[in-house]
């Protein structure tokens, strides 16, 4: 009797489970309507979604207007945010109410964000007003979108415009998938990261194409095991780890591969960065590989005297330690003569760096490509133009 029961129970819920898969929460139906504001519509769609394994949410081809969304988990079970419009935030900070971000997705488990839409974060007016290069401490401007405590995921085929801010924040995330995003902003508009990824783990980022007017890629404190793969990136400054040691408290970063990626005309091409001053912390274990630079100004670079625009103390050196890194197999052309720069603190030197083959050409008139180490003796081998260390201290 209570084997039966048991089996008619199971049986149940598998039917319950089969025919919920893929239920289909469209906006519509809840009121939203092209070139009108869909916050409430998408709100009551994502609440009824995630009370039932196997959902998606649903925003199909159209421009709609939205507010500030929190699209909060734990869901019932897997669920897809199926994007095939465009949506477009408020150009107002103002309309904001002081919230980092624009849409965020938190808390979820087995998520899927995908459709091919578009995020288009109205930055023009946020950009103008941004005081965030005079000032240490800056406002808060909404990040587009925002990813925090999301695990066992996907992020595939969609695209990130004029974010008033960083593009997408990873935060908080363990095994998540970015695969095939668009990131577009101009070279001049401040701080437009493409994906900050922080205190996460077992993040992949592959066939991302980021144009924008800060890092392509960063990767900040307390974060393990990222892979970034085929990217494509500029204009904007780079790919790179950093900044680290500007606050205390930080853990360490570990497990970073940059693989088989383009950059063109940004202002840096891989670079690790730390702030001078800092407490201690450390940067282990990051790879560079089979890496193009077209007309890139600072190809490769660790720079541990980080201090945009003055704003900090450069009393004492970095005390994030760096070690075990390697730049293998990174060819193009530099802007600047000098395409390699391994600054190291003297308080904690660089250990294990190895550089092979590089082949790196001034792309202006007159001489070749030159390096500097600082507080490094990095392990070379194979192809080195420029020559390692041309300029040395240590
Ligand atoms: C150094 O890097 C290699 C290559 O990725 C890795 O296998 C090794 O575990 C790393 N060691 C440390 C101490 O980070």
Redo the contacts with the bound molecule.
């Keep these: 009797m209570g084997k039966n029961l048991s089996i008619v129970t199971i049986s149940f819920l598998l039917l319950l489970a089969f025919t919920s898969a893929g239920q289909v929460f469209d906006v519509k139906s809840y009121g939203g309507k092209p070139n009108a504001d869909i916050t409430q519509a998408l709100t009551k769609a994502w609440k009824a979604a995630c009370a039932v394994a196997g959902s998606k949410v649903v925003i199909s081809a159209g421009t709609y207007k939205l507010g500030v969304v929190t699209l909060l988990g734990p869901c019932k079970g897997a669920i897809e945010f199926n994007l095939q419009g465009t949506l477009q935030a408020p150009s107002n900070v103002a309309s904001f109410n002081g919230k980092d971000f624009w849409v965020s997705f938190q808390r979820i488990d087995s998520l899927t964000v995908s459709g091919g839409g578009v995020f288009d974060g109205k930055g023009q007016m946020a950009w103008q007003n941004n005081n965030c290069a005079k000032k240490y401490s800056c406002k808060t401007l909404p990040i587009n979108i925002r990813f925090d405590f999301v695990t066992n995921s996907i992020v595939r085929n969609i695209k990130s415009k004029d974010s008033k801010f960083f593009h997408i924040n990873v935060m908080g995330c363990k095994n998540l998938q970015i695969q095939h995003v668009t990131i577009t902003a101009p070279g001049d508009s401040p701080n437009t990261d493409g994906i900050h990824i922080g205190r996460s783990s077992k993040i992949t980022i592959t066939n991302a194409n980021i144009g924008t007017g800060d890092d392509c890629i960063s990767i900040g404190d307390g974060t393990q095991d990222v892979t970034a793969n085929q990217v494509t990136c500029g204009p904007g400054h780079g790919i790179s780890i950093g900044s680290l040691g500007r606050y205390q408290n930080e853990q360490p970063v570990?497990?970073i591969?940059v693989i088989g990626s383009t950059l063109s005309n940004t202002q840096n091409g891989v670079r690790i960065k730390t702030w001078p001053s800092s407490p201690p912390g450390s940067a282990?274990?990051m790879?560079f590989e089979n890496i193009i630079m077209n007309n890139v100004a600072n190809p490769i670079l660790i720079d541990q005297g980080y201090c945009p625009n003055s704003q900090c103390s450069n009393k004492s050196p970095s005390k994030v330690k760096i070690?075990?890194v390697?730049f293998k197999n990174i060819r193009g052309t530099s802007s600047t003569k000098e395409a390699m720069k391994l600054i190291c603190s003297n308080s904690v030197p660089c250990q294990?760096v190895v550089v092979a083959d590089i082949d790196l050409v001034y792309k202006g008139a007159g001489g070749s490509t030159t390096s500097t180490c600082v507080n490094v003796k990095p392990t070379v081998s194979g192809k080195q133009n420029p020559p390692a260390c041309t300029r040395k201290q240590y």
């Design positions: 570990s497990g591969r282990f274990d790879h070690s075990n390697s294990q």
